[in-house]
């Protein structure tokens, strides 16, 4: 009787054992819940076919499961899984890991004309995973990321709306032109990934001397930078310069006699560029 019963404690402990096996069921699911709109099901089940070097015992090479990047189970050999989704195109992605190496598939299918709901899990002679569908392997998707190309985008700041008459200076900043410097570095912040370089050049009219309007022209660039510098925008990615009076946009006004007339007349042609390069959202 005491045979017996030791008997039967050890055939319950192997039992347990058995179930409690990791390699039983999958692990880490996802997509189970079905609703009213994930009303589309999917069968997943992974064959018998080991990765090399494993075996029943000893599985170190679960296929991996993704529905549009996201982890949807382990599967181990003859693990099945039942899969809840909506009737639209999903990226499937299946994925092994070795400590040599990762390999996977990724293909996008409209789940909601399929002709079976049922795929089949598996690996090749070269330990690759990949995903069948009504008895068929499907293609692998090969998917190639274009690198992302830097955009230079230019604004012109008008200087007669930035700085008092003649002014260049921090204090002397009308409050339109500091908004508008804001505003700058807004558009930095909020429309690029990343900014490699931002330009700011210094422009003036023709009247005054060279040199003077060097100076000037230089003063207002390095202003409009430090108030970027002051609202977040990096100060390692910023030149400044001047280009004086050398570069105007208008035809000089030579027509134009009256004092008054010839500055409005000449407006456009005192501001600051600014030349933003950088990777946009």
């Not at 997943?44 to 990765?51: F, M």
């Not at 955009?151 to 003649?166: G, H, S």
């Not at 004092?259 to 950088?278: K, M, N, S």
């Amino acid at each position: 009787m005491l045979r017996l019963s030791l008997l039967a404690v050890v055939a319950s402990l192997g039992v347990a054992a058995c179930t409690s096996s990791s390699y039983t069921k999958p692990s880490d699911l996802r997509f189970q819940k079905k609703t009213q709109e994930n009303n589309q099901p999917i069968v997943l089940k992974r064959d018998e076919k080991l990765c090399g070097g494993d075996t029943a015992e000893q599985q170190n090479c679960p296929i991996e499961f993704y529905i549009d990047s996201i982890k949807a189970g382990n599967f181990y050999i003859n693990n099945s899984a039942q899969y809840a989704l909506k009737p639209e195109t999903y990226n499937f992605k299946v994925k092994n890991c070795t400590e040599e190496s990762c390999q996977s598939c990724d293909v996008d299918l409209n789940v909601g004309k399929l002709t079976s709901n049922e795929f089949v899990l598996s690996v090749n002679t070269d330990g690759k995973p990949f995903i069948s569908n009504n008895g068929q392997p499907l293609s692998c998707e090969v998917k190639h990321q274009v690198a992302a190309q830097e955009q230079t985008i230019r604004v012109d700041l008008a200087a007669d709306t930035l700085f008092k008459f003649d002014g260049s200076s921090l204090n002397d900043l009308l409050p339109k032109g500091r908004q508008e410097i804001l505003n700058v570095a807004s558009q930095i912040h909020n429309n690029f990934v990343s900014v490699s370089h931002i330009n700011l050049v210094g422009h003036t009219d023709r009247l005054g001397s060279d040199s003077y309007n060097n100076q000037l022209g230089q003063n207002r660039a390095d202003t409009v930078r430090n108030l970027l510098v002051q609202n977040g925008v990096a100060g390692n990615v910023i030149s400044t310069a001047s280009a004086g009076k050398g570069q105007p946009v208008t035809n000089g006004c030579f027509d134009v006699k009256q004092r008054e007339a010839l500055h409005a007349c000449l407006q456009p042609d005192r501001r600051v560029t600014v030349e933003i390069t950088g990777i946009t959202k």
